[in-house]
């Protein structure tokens, strides 16, 4: 089980967010590579709302895959390619986390492998073993 930390001896998170997410002892963790905007078929996603979409569904098809879920997400890493897509990513983030807001990360990048991706997200998760 994934425990999430947010202290109020420091400043609240600047979104939906914990800043600290502890997994048990004996953990069985999984790391899911940069997820981008490419859809099932291999093409991409039209737009930033439906690669962020596309994002978190390949993301809960990995989770799935491990017998995992949102619940077992730990942290989320975005590199995103323009900070006017925050909004909207911060708001798509949130409808996929619900109650589980997982340690977070945000870049904002110059560029990634292809031009045409607009985000990019890692994730990693941890299960009680």
Not at 90 to 99: F, N, T, V
């Amino acid at each position: 089980m994934v425990k999430l930390h947010t202290p109020t001896a420091i400043a609240a998170p600047a979104s939906r967010y914990s800043h600290g997410a502890e997994a048990g002892p004996n953990a069985r963790w999984l790391h899911i590579s940069g997820q981008v905007g490419t859809n099932a078929d291999g093409s991409l996603a039209d737009g930033i709302e439906a690669q962020i979409h596309c994002v978190w569904k390949n993301t809960l098809a990995v989770l799935e895959e491990a017998g995992m879920g949102v619940k077992d997400i730990v942290k989320v890493n975005t590199l995103l390619m323009d900070r006017a897509h925050l909004k909207v990513m911060r708001e798509i983030r949130d409808s996929y986390l619900g109650d589980h807001p997982a340690a977070s990360t945000l870049f904002v990048v110059a560029g990634l492998a292809d031009p045409n991706w607009l985000i990019e997200m890692e994730t990693i998760a941890a299960q009680d073993a």
